[in-house]
C-alpha cells in the first residue's frame, strides 16, 4: 500500500544541493510526522529523519527534512559520493491505520 | 547496542505456511512497539504489521490481512509473525524493526535487522 508518492531518480554532482521530494495525502503526511530511511544496496534501511526534520544522532548535517500540507521534501547538501541511495519517505496514515512507504528514489552522484 | 536478528525465511509453496521470528536484544523489548516490514526483490519497501509493547494492538497491511498474524513474546525477547496461505505475491525479505519511541506505535521506526527471505514458488 505503497501511497506516498517521491520521484524514482533524483542526482547531482559532488556539492551540489539535491532534494526529494514526497507527496501524500491528509490522512498520512497532512496529520502525522514523516520519517526518512536511506538504503545501501544489500542493507537494511537506516533512519536518517525522525518527526519530519530532527536528525538522529550520528547522521551528518548535511541531511535535513521539512514538511508543509500534505507534502514533505528530505534535502541533501554538500552531496558526497557516499549520499548514493535509494531514499524512502514514510509515515502513519489514519484512514489505513498503518504506515505507508513511498516508492523510493534513486539518488545518483554525477 | 540493539540487535534483531530475523529467522525462519525459506522456499515455500502457493498456500502454505510459514512462521518467522525476531531475536530482540539490547534494549527493553517489553516497552516498544514492534514491526514487521518487507521488501520484496527489486522492489520498494512495504509496511505488513505492526504489535504494540504489550500485545494490545495489532495492525496490518491490507494486502496481508486476515493471511498474518503477529504475536510476541516478552519473557523471550521474541517477535513471530505467522504466514498462512501464503501467494507468491508474499515473496520477499521481511524485516523486523523497532518502534523508535517507548509506548508509541506511530513514532516511526529506527533499528532494523538485516532481514529473512521468503520465497513462494511451486
Known amino acids: 500500500q505503497s501511497v506516498l508518492t517521491q520521484p524514482p531518480s533524483a542526482s547531482g554532482t559532488p556539492g551540489q544541493r539535491v532534494t526529494v521530494s514526497c507527496s501524500g495525502s491528509?490522512?498520512?503526511?497532512?496529520?502525522?510526522?514523516v520519517y526518512w530511511y536511506q538504503q545501501f544496496p544489500g542493507a537494511a534501511p537506516k533512519l536518517l529523519i525522525d518527526?519530519?526534520?530532527q536528525r538522529p544522532s550520528g547522521v551528518p548535517d548535511r541531511f535535513s527534512g521539512s514538511k508543509s500540507g500534505t507534502s514533505a521534501s528530505l534535502a541533501i547538501s554538500g552531496l558526497r559520493s557516499e549520499d548514493e541511495a535509494v531514499y524512502y519517505c514514510?509515515?502513519?496514515?489514519?484512514?489505513?491505520?498503518?504506515?505507508?512507504f513511498g516508492t523510493g528514489t534513486k539518488v545518483t552522484v554525477l | 547496542e540493539v540487535q534483531l536478528v530475523e529467522s525462519g525465511g525459506v522456499v515455500a509453496q502457493p498456500g502454505g505456511s510459514l512462521r518467522l521470528s525476531c531475536a530482540a536484544s539490547?534494549?527493553?523489548?517489553?516497552?516498544?512497539?514492534m514491526h514487521w516490514i518487507r521488501q520484496a526483490p527489486g522492489k520498494g519497501l512495504e509496511w505488513v504489521s505492526l504489535?504494540?509493547?504489550?500485545?494490545?494492538?495489532?495492525y496490518y497491511a491490507d494486502s496481508v490481512k486476515g493471511r498474518l498474524t503477529i504475536s510476541r513474546d516478552n519473557s523471550k525477547n521474541s517477535l513471530i509473525l505467522q504466514m498462512n496461505s501464503l501467494t507468491t505475491e508474499d515473496t520477499a525479505l521481511y524485516y523486523c524493526?523497532?518502534?523508535?519511541?517507548?509506548?508509541?506505535?506511530?513514532?516511526?521506526?529506527?533499528?532494523w535487522g538485516q532481514g529473512t527471505l521468503v520465497t513462494v514458488s511451486s
Open positions: 524493526a523497532k518502534d523508535i519511541r517507548t509506548y508509541s506505535w506511530y513514532s516511526g521506526f529506527d533499528s
Open positions: 539490547g534494549f527493553t523489548f517489553g516497552d516498544y512497539t
Open positions: 504489535i504494540s509493547w504489550n500485545s494490545g494492538r495489532a
Open positions: 491528509s490522512s498520512n503526511i497532512g496529520s502525522n510526522y
Open positions: 518527526r519530519n526534520n
Open positions: 514514510a509515515a502513519w496514515d489514519d484512514s489505513l491505520r498503518g504506515y505507508v
